[in-house]
């Protein structure tokens, strides 16, 4: 059996790990120019920065997962033609066309949220750490919120086109983005633009979307507003709504018990502790975008089985897709211990940017939990359901709890041992414990 077999890479899933991957692989190179042209005081400016940048989960409240599952459901009765327009059943074109209207009146709201809400809680978070006086973090701050606030407005684009079956196109473009982006960052230390990088990356990515998304599938979203009729519409209160808050709360729930962290050490322990945390938590999350790929690429075709009440072919596609996905977060976490173990060895300076091998280690068990119910939640979410959301709440708020208790005593490793307790003994037995009892549900084949 080829590895290639064994793993079920397909082409979709290709395209979507070279993305993967090389958002990973610019992440850690820009890590390393991190380390190299900002000072430890800045580096915790930094990660703060991305931490807090991503409360935009509050205002997104989840919808990126939502459109992309009601969209692969109406898949079923669509098929593309030979110009690479969808065609079909009239109503699925004219709900399809409702998602879209809907995607451009919810983010186009959100932008504006962002701008006055998000700038302003920010400045209040990072005024308020250790040494916010030392560093020139106001515009830079400000310039950041604002790319931001443009990007999350174009990148819902991306999970409707995800849910059309346009995993691959989508991937491709991200690629694209990871490289330019990341190359813009580079310069931009170099050249001494100091924390201004973090914002101009984040400008160019969104600049490369709306280019990709104007001169390429304007056509393609034209042609499907132009299919909608009020008879066949989306109705955002009966059908997306029930959905939607529960998946809302659960990113929420997800921000506080993991982003949220980073901010946390920022203010009780100092930036150079946020600044390492927020470099080792970099390492995991780059992890986590790789190892869920299997998961996430399968989600649209997992939607897509759901509607058509095929319950077991949509569970025996999920269960290969988890096992790879546990195989490469273990894989990947060895390495990254491995790593800081030849850091110190060495005495190399750049394991000082890290936690340390106790609380890595830690959080890499962490990580490697997190995948799990991180992906049975994906599988749940196909079906238009989200029953972790309440394990989620209580999750993000022990952590939270359990982390600021234990912060100010225990420092690093009071935050890390309090998210790996409360992850495995709430986030993991509850999920896992869901999961069985869908499973116990579904007809013996």
């Given amino acids: 059996m080829g590895i290639f077999r064994f793993f079920e890479i397909d ?89 879209l209207r809907f995607i451009f009146y919810w983010y186009g709201v959100i932008s504006l949220l962002m701008l006055v809400i998000i700038m302003p809680v920010g400045y209040f978070v990072i005024s308020s750490g250790h040494s916010s006086d030392l560093v020139e973090w106001q515009m830079p701050w400000i310039l950041l919120v604002i790319s931001a606030s443009i990007n999350i407005f174009v990148m819902p684009l991306y999970s409707f086109l995800d849910g059309c079956g346009q995993i691959k196109n989508v991937a491709k473009i991200r690629i694209v983005q990871n490289t330019v982006g990341s190359c813009f960052a580079w310069i931009s230390l170099i050249f001494g633009a100091g924390l201004y990088s973090l914002a101009m990356m984040n400008g160019v990515v969104t600049m490369v979307a709306i280019s990709w998304l104007f001169f390429f599938k304007k056509s393609f979203i034209v042609n499907i507003l132009r299919s909608y009729s009020l008879t066949y519409n989306v109705n955002w209160k009966k059908e997306i709504l029930p959905y939607q808050w529960r998946v809302a709360l659960s990113y929420f729930s997800g921000y506080f018990s993991n982003q949220a ?69 273990v894989l990947g976490s060895a390495i990254i211990i491995g790593l800081k173990f030849y850091l110190d060895y060495i005495e190399s300076p750049l394991s000082l940017r890290m936690i340390e091998i106790w609380p890595l280690l830690i959080l890499l068990l962490t990580t490697v939990l997190n995948n799990i119910i991180f992906s049975i939640s994906i599988y749940l979410r196909a079906d238009k359901t989200d029953p972790t959301m309440p394990m989620m709440i209580v999750l993000s708020s022990l952590t939270l709890v359990f982390s600021y208790v234990l912060a100010e005593k225990f420092g690093v490793m009071g935050i890390i041992s309090a998210y790996l307790t409360v992850t495995f003994f709430v986030g993991f037995i509850w999920s896992t414990s869901i999961f069985m009892k869908r499973r116990l549900l579904l007809t013996p084949s």
Wanted: aromatic content about 16%; charged content about 10%; hydrophobic content about 55%.
């Fill in 11 to 99: 082409g979709a899933l290709v395209f979507t790990l070279l993305g993967r991957f090389s958002g990973s692989l610019f992440g850690l190179i820009t890590l390393w120019f991190v380390y190299n042209f900002l000072s430890p005081l800045e580096a915790g400016f930094y990660f703060t920065f991305a931490s807090i940048l991503a409360l935009q989960i509050i205002f997104e409240l989840g919808m990126f997962q939502v459109i992309m599952q009601f969209a692969s459901h109406e898949m079923p009765l669509l098929s593309y033609d030979k110009n690479g327009f969808l065609r079909g059943s009239k109503s699925s074109l004219s709900r399809l066309a409702s998602i």
């Fill in 261 to 329: 962290l980073i901010p946390l050490a920022f203010i009780l322990i100092g930036p150079i502790e946020s600044g390492q945390m927020g470099f080792s938590f970099a390492l995991t999350w780059a992890l986590l975008s790789i190892s869920l790929s299997w998961v996430n690429t399968k989600a649209p075709a997992l939607g897509l089985l759901f509607s058509s009440n095929k319950k077991n072919e949509a569970y025996r596609l999920f269960i290969p897709a988890l096992r790879n996905s546990t195989i490469i977060v």
